[in-house]
């Protein structure tokens, strides 16, 4: 199977700042990525697909980015209604799998 | 407008049979390209892929439950199934089904998940 490892597990940022969360693959799996938020007690949402492509309807601050097997999610300007938590989900070969998740909170 | 929803028992003893039901609209099963997975997270807990079926019925199994799961569709193409035998409490979490359209992996919309208590 195909490990996620994703950093950090948790992150108390402030409004307007700038946040970041990272999944590593343990394989190559090309652009095969997405990120989702899930807010308490909802289902996941997809932000970005195909490591860098925004999903229909999410805020342009948001970005995603891929360095070898490293992905990226940027928040440009954290706003309230991003806390949550955050997961990235490899799409290159089953089983599929996803990170640990990642807790955004505000400071 | 693209919807899912999940039902199942609610409750139910070790070592049943767990049944779960997605009912969806908005989409049909039957594009091509078109693919229905289950997916499972336990309380305070990241997500588990568990099985799939696609628009032509092909399977897809997580192989660390392929013994116990199976997955399959009616005829209408509106719903999907998921039984998963000889349940334990490890099988406690929020049951979701999601669809990934297009041929890929991606999942583009989620139903609002149906809780799985497994307990005697």
């Known amino acids: 199977d195909i490990q996620m490892t994703q950093s950090p597990a948790s992150l108390s940022a402030s409004l307007e700042e700038i946040v970041t969360i990272t999944c590593q693959a343990s394989?190559?799996?090309?652009?095969?990525l997405a990120w989702y938020q899930q807010k308490p007690g909802k289902s996941p949402q997809l932000l970005i697909y195909?490591?860098?492509s925004l999903a229909d309807g999410v805020p342009s601050r948001f970005s995603g980015s891929r360095s070898g097997t490293q992905y990226s999610l940027k928040i440009s300007r954290l706003q309230v209604e991003d806390i949550g938590i955050y997961y990235c989900?490899?799409?290159?070969?089953?089983?599929?799998?996803f990170g640990s998740g990642t807790k955004l909170e505000i400071k | 407008q693209v919807t899912l929803k999940e039902s199942g028992p609610g409750m139910l003893q070790p070592s049943k049979t767990l049944s779960l039901t997605c009912s969806f609209s908005?989409?049909?099963?039957?594009?091509?390209?078109?693919?229905v997975s289950w997916i499972r997270q336990p309380s305070g807990k990241s997500l588990e892929w568990l099985a799939a079926?696609?628009?032509?019925?092909?399977?897809y199994y997580n192989p660390s439950l392929k013994s116990r799961l199976t997955v399959s569709k009616d005829t209408s193409n509106t719903q999907v199934f998921l039984k998963i035998t000889s349940v334990d409490t490890a099988d406690t979490a929020t049951y979701y089904c999601?669809?990934?359209?297009?041929?890929?992996?991606?999942?583009?919309?989620w139903g609002p998940g149906t809780m799985v208590t497994v307990s005697s």
């Open positions: 999601a669809r990934s359209p297009g041929g890929h992996w991606y999942f583009d919309f």
């Open positions: 908005g989409f049909s099963l039957s594009t091509s390209g078109m693919v």
């Open positions: 079926i696609d628009w032509d019925g092909d399977k």
């Open positions: 394989q190559d799996i090309g652009n095969w």
């Open positions: 195909g490591a860098t």
């Open positions: 989900q490899q799409a290159s070969s089953a089983p599929l799998t």
